[in-house]
């Protein structure tokens, strides 16, 4: 068995107006939210793709699919608490976790700290364990023009 293991997520949502913003589990105000079936919460579906990424689990769809009534505006936060207590992830400590936000809209860099602190409070570690940058797209594509959010990630995790 190898001592580490490492994972990376990915994530896009369409902005609309209506719904509330959450990144990272914070509710950012915003004049818009991001679309889905859940909370939309791009940066969490991201690090939830990454931790099941590292033991070929499969991805967010797959376990909690967007047809299913019962994760309609679900709680990103408790879809990813859910995968981190699966049997596979029991025996893994979190090493660290690096995060990109790709928005022009809203800025990041208010937010950034919440964040962290977000993250690190669902996943039961130290906020220098936990790393969150923001970029633009520099006005190109459906990110640049404020039309889209998305994020990404990666986990190293280490065998206990």
């Known amino acids: 068995m190898t001592s580490f293991r490492i994972g990376q ?32 919460d791009a940066l969490l579906h991201a690090i939830t793709d990454a931790f099941l990424g590292a033991f070929a689990l499969g991805d967010i769809g797959q376990w909690f699919p967007d047809n299913d009534p019962q994760f ?40 950034r700290e919440a964040i962290r602190a977000s993250l690190a409070a669902i996943l039961d570690c130290d906020i220098s364990q936990v790393s969150v940058k923001a970029k633009t797209n520099e006005k190109q594509d459906a990110i640049g023009q404020g039309k889209a959010l998305a994020a990404a990630a990666i986990v190293l995790l280490e065998h206990l």
Request: charged fraction near 20%; charge should be negative; hydrophobic fraction near 45%.
């Open 72 to 111: 309609l505006n679900a709680d990103s936060r408790i879809l990813l608490k859910t995968v981190l207590s699966c049997d596979q992830l029991k025996q893994w400590k979190l090493v660290n976790l690096d995060c990109t936000i790709f928005a022009e809209r809203p800025k990041i860099a208010p937010w």
């Open 9 to 40: 997520g990915f994530d896009l949502h369409c902005i609309v107006e209506g719904r509330q913003l959450f990144i990272g589990g914070v509710n950012v105000p915003a004049p818009f939210g991001l679309e889905g079936h859940s909370d939309a």
